[in-house]
């Protein structure tokens, strides 16, 4: 497609549950980003994939959270264990790198809306 | 520690008033700096980005930010504003290998 998709939409689900939310990137796009949105509070970086490399981690809240990207395309966030905390808009966005990275544009997808009862 | 600072949590200008939303950051060096937008329901996209260069620079839909390395900030201007500004604003500094966006500026335009 033309632009970043995430599925689904909205999400409600029952605390304790599991939930897995997918992103689709910009067809090209090498770089992958994951971000949480709250209520009242900006972006929270989660999770960085570049090509094969190892991604960054270092945003991920608990071990409850994880995700990987298949074949360098799809990504799929994966939430264990669901807690009322974790109820946030979840927003992935692509790009494509070349050269200095800090220069990167990335291109957001519409985000999958998270309600845990 | 790296942060960036959106100082007005909440912004109500008249369509047709000007506009200025601040951003502040604090960074060992330099950082690359954007603006995104994000309207109701969407996913955010760029405004504008400063690499280096000319200060002031252009972005989309009539909008314009000011870097000031002195003052550590790079504020986003636009002259006269439309009703279909109304959204969130996110200033991002970026190092490349940190991902840092503001906790944004929401925007309201009455008529």
């Known amino acids: 497609g033309a632009g970043v998709s995430q599925s689904p939409s909205n999400k409600v689900t029952e605390k304790g549950k599991d939930v897995e939310l997918r992103c689709d990137p910009i067809s090209g796009h090498t770089a992958l980003y994951w971000y949480r949105q709250s209520l009242g509070q900006g972006l929270e970086f989660l999770i960085y994939f570049q090509g094969n490399s190892a991604p960054d981690k270092s945003g991920l809240p608990s071990d409850r959270f994880s995700a990987e990207r298949t074949g360098g395309s799809v990504s799929t966030l994966t939430i264990q264990r669901t807690q009322q905390e974790d109820s946030a808009v979840y927003l992935c966005a692509s790009s494509f790198t070349g050269g200095n990275l800090a220069k990167n544009i990335q291109y957001f997808g519409a985000g999958t809306r998270l309600s845990v009862l | 520690a790296q942060s960036v600072t959106q100082p007005d949590i909440h912004i109500t200008v008249s369509e047709g008033a000007s506009l200025e939303l601040r951003c502040n950051y604090s960074?060992?060096?330099?950082?690359?700096l954007f603006w995104y937008v994000q309207s109701p329901g969407q996913g955010l996209q760029l405004l504008l980005k400063?690499?280096?260069?000319?200060?002031l620079v252009q972005g989309i839909k009539g909008f314009e930010a000011e870097f000031k390395r002195s003052q550590s900030s790079f504020n986003l201007r636009k002259p006269s504003v439309h009703w279909s500004d109304a959204a969130e604003y996110f200033c991002?500094?970026?190092?490349?290998?940190?991902?840092?966006f503001g906790t944004g500026t929401s925007l309201t335009v009455i008529p």
């Open positions: 991002a500094p970026n190092t490349g290998n940190q991902f840092y």
């Open positions: 400063y690499f280096s260069g000319d200060t």
């Open positions: 960074y060992g060096a330099t950082p690359y």
